[in-house]
């Protein structure tokens, strides 16, 4: 899963994008 969202990011201009799933993944484990 992690490698989709890092091909995601990988585009360059996709790193803030990358941070707000990062930062989901993040509330959903802590929920």
């Known amino acids: 899963m ?3 969202i ?3 990011s990988g ?3 996709n790193l803030f ?3 707000k799933f990062v930062a989901a ?3 959903i ?3």
């Open 11 to 13: 585009k360059g201009n």
């Open 6 to 8: 890092s091909n995601l």
């Open 29 to 31: 484990g802590l929920a």
């Open 17 to 19: 994008f990358n941070y």
């Open 2 to 4: 992690y490698k989709i």
């Open 25 to 27: 993944f993040i509330l």
